[in-house]
DNA sequence: TTGAAAGCGCTAACAA
DNA sequence: TTGTTAGCGCTTTCAA
């Protein structure tokens, strides 16, 4: 089983193997008569061109990377990676690229990954997912000139492309929710905030907050994503006495669940929780979680075209995509107004 | 920025492009002397060779892939698949391959997908997650002469590459561990028996009940994986009054547990509850989830290393690597034996 | 609209 | 131990 290459086709279907390479790449200038026979003969083999003979002749790898930074034993734990990898893949399969993933596990990985990514000429262009702030990697990426686009929110708007789900107008309808429902005691468990997502859905909050005429007082904790320090948060804040929470992950708001229910209070009914992602199966909580979901995947799907424009457009000016979330009401806030 | 190759790294080395191929690859007939000059000058220029040039040349591209086929969205929400990524992912990173990452979202996506990965040359070879039983990705793979390893068991362990956590003896453990606690009454909720690792969880559980001296009668039951069919698998249980039942999953046993507080009976003094995987967090449950964790990341990373193997020795004879999953013994058994 | 030909950066066989 | 040389399969001018 030896491999096809454009030479066989072309003598196959009687032309030179210019002409079939114009017909793989959807040339326009081929007549009817050339495009047909070669065609057929394509689709009689399976011919499928050779991957690296193309990089190295058009300086296009075809491939994409993925990178995410950061202790990736943790990260897994959350769904969100998987289903920002899934809407990546996704989009990368619509438009016939292929999608390499580079974790970063230690500290020492990102230099030398780093370079790998860079030097090899294995990709067109990666997605750095920025988790958290003064990143390294992308001043290595606009050193060597590689396209790239952040998932998040870069230090640098100005100069960076990027795409993001709106953590601030997120985080003000959670605020906005909660003062609908005629509560009047909001706290907040926070993000940690070293992170631009962090950073976003607590300001948001508290704008949604001001704006509603509420104040957060000193019913305000950080957290650091996981359900442990959403339960500590909350035990902190239960002597504030709270009638309801804005928690700034769905795993912060579970650890805050189990706190409100182990201190021997009810939710909804003594303390409103709604939390942030919408990422955890609505009926894994009891009562089912309100909270205000970010499209993970379709930030995946949205950064692979993005990036796929600047390949394809080097001069391509700045762009920042920020994406809705949408707020999904359950049962953790309750459906009703309290009566103040 | 242009960029630098063999040619003129020798020129600034005084050697010819040959030599300094041989510094890069790491082979033994260079002189010191031209070694250390050689290297020299690519640790001053940064030099990285060129990936596509290289696969061309040599046919080898130093990228293997990793393949999920099925309905990935539900994927994504068990911890499973991003344990796996990571481990192989680590693994990949350890002897200088990338991995790239296919998923399949849709049936249609298989055959257009697989005929992209084996007809383009881009891997040197691929990982299988072999979610259901009959795959013909498989095929394909053989087919193509490309080489590949199989994640879970092939249908012909005889003639393929795999490595699997050791589901059989797993279970059997849990049958062990409950008749140790003094349980008699054991129930299952068996994994879907169109999967391999539920047949095997299946059976290493029957088994290890047999080797107890104890019996399964009619308290069993089939899940689909997920938390609310471990639910309703366990509330069709419960009127055969088992004290003590095995999940074939962490998120069954999640399910059963709340069909268990829901019947107003205690989790472990009405019935042990004992699951597979160990791949919840452990204080996600209460009480906390004895199970019997796979060791998924390492399967991960010995199926790249073993795809390597076959990759570089492609006369290599089959192998199917079985790594022992471990007990976690925690709170929903109990830890002392029951009095009969 | 087509074909001829050069060359992308590397490896590997061969010769020296 | 080293250098020379011939491709790997493709894209891309350039000329016809």
Redesign the pocket.
Known sequence: MQ?????EI?RLA??????V??V??GE????E???KRVQAVIDETG????AA??S????RTGVIGLVIPSAAATLFDDPYFGRLILGATSASNSIETTLALFLFEEEADQDSLTAKIVGSGLVDGVIVTAAEIGESITDHLRRARLPFVVVGRPDDSQTAFSVDADNRSGAHMAAAHLHQLGRTRPALIAPPSNTTAGIDRRSGFLEGLAEAGLDIGDRTAEGNWTEASGQTAMESLLPHQPDSVFAGSDRMAVGAMRAIREAGLACPRDIAVVSFDGLIPADQTSPRLTSVAQPVAEVGRQAVMLLKAVIDNPAMAPQRIVLPPTLLVRESCGTEATSP
């Open positions: 491999r096809l290459n454009l030479e072309g009687g032309v030179s193997r210019s002409t390479s114009r793989v790449n326009t200038n081929v007549s008569d050339a495009k011919y499928r061109p050779h003979a193309r190295l002749a058009s300086n």
